[in-house]
């Protein structure tokens, strides 16, 4: 999502600020999946997750995992799962 809103962006030639969220519901209980013989014992305690944040087109361009890790980076830990998606959240990318 991240990407096309860069695309957008660039194609446009908006160079303003935008207002990104996510979101997401019937979450409580949930829990990362795991295979079968290793549990996952992290249950996400809220029924729903919301997140924004702010970002710029040199952020959309140079650093989306930075925008990735503000928008979902609480959920993730809260399942115990950051370090599974550590790629995705790496400030490059």
């Known amino acids: ?8 962006s660039e194609d446009v030639g908006y160079h303003g600020n935008w207002a990104v969220a996510v979101g997401a519901n019937r979450l409580r209980g949930r829990r990362r999946w795991s295979q079968p013989m290793f549990a996952a014992y992290h249950r996400y305690s809220a029924d729903t997750y ?3 944040t702010g ?21 993730l830990r809260s399942l115990d799962s950051e ?11």
Not at 3 to 8: A, G, N
Not at 56 to 74: F, H
Not at 85 to 93: H, M, N, R, T, V
């Open 83 to 93: 370090e599974a998606f550590e790629s995705a959240l790496a400030a490059e990318g």
């Open 1 to 8: 999502m991240l990407e096309l809103i860069r695309l957008i």
């Open 50 to 52: 919301e997140e924004s």
């Open 55 to 75: 970002t710029t087109l040199a952020e959309l361009r140079d650093a989306q995992g930075t925008v990735t890790r503000r928008l979902l980076g609480p959920l």
